[in-house]
Antibody
């Protein structure tokens, strides 16, 4: 059974750096074809993809966030991380991590975490 | 970036009806298209990948079709548990992009 769970600070102030952790089980990010990504959703709004990290440490970022993003992983502890610098009130959202897999066929977002709400407020 | 234009934004249909949701990509995405269902207060769940492949465990009343730039999600015999917002996503090119969503309600 695959599970993912996000954790984060809940509330932070403008200009601070957001650090999110995705703790997962049921798969390993050192296994060929595995990927963990981050997606966010503002209240009542749509989904915005942020970043992906693959088993081979390939990383992809959404350029709309202009170099504010850093994604990383700790395969020993089954965790993936996302840092977002210079947070703004516009970054207030629910942040999800999700697994994708590739075995010749790409399975995007086949498992998602429950999401963590992050509020940016002074 | 590939723009995904989803329609309609909202939809109201009766139980047992068939509904269709459309997604138009700004360029050819070669069937690299997924559909997700998001129930209120829950995370998105993958329904369809590769435009027409049903994810394990998803009821067969859901189906996807399309190619090139035009794709659709069809729900046959609408059930009360299908009340949700549906999103399309292209994964042909980074950055991955989503449609704006279709909110489905029961009439």
């Amino acid at each position: 059974q695959v599970t993912l769970k996000e954790s984060g600070p809940g509330i932070l102030q403008p200009s601070q750096t957001l650090s999110l952790t995705c703790s997962f089980s049921g798969f390993s990010l050192s296994t060929y074809g595995m990927c963990v990504g981050w997606i966010r959703q503002s209240s009542g709004k749509g989904l915005e993809w942020l970043a992906n990290i693959w088993w081979n440490d390939d990383k992809y970022y959404n350029p709309s966030l202009k170099n504010r993003l850093t994604i990383s992983k700790d395969t020993s502890n089954n965790q993936a991380f996302l840092k977002i610098t210079n947070m703004d009130t516009a970054d207030t959202a629910t942040y999800y991590c999700a697994r994708s897999t590739y075995d010749g066929t790409y399975y995007p977002g086949d498992w998602w975490g429950q999401g963590v709400m992050v509020t940016v407020s002074s | 970036d590939i723009r995904m234009t989803q329609s309609p934004a909202s939809l109201s249909a009766s139980l047992g009806e068939t509904v269709n949701i459309e997604c138009l990509a700004s360029e050819d995405i070669y069937s690299d298209l997924a559909w997700y269902q998001q129930k209120p207060g829950k995370s998105p769940q993958l329904l369809i990948y590769n435009a027409n492949s049903l994810q394990n465990g998803v009821p067969s009343r859901f189906s996807g079709s399309g190619s090139g730039t035009q794709y659709s999600l069809k729900i046959n015999s609408l059930q009360s548990e299908d009340v949700a917002t549906y999103f399309c996503q292209q994964y042909n090119n980074y950055p991955l992009t989503f449609g704006s969503g279709t909110k489905l309600e029961i009439k």
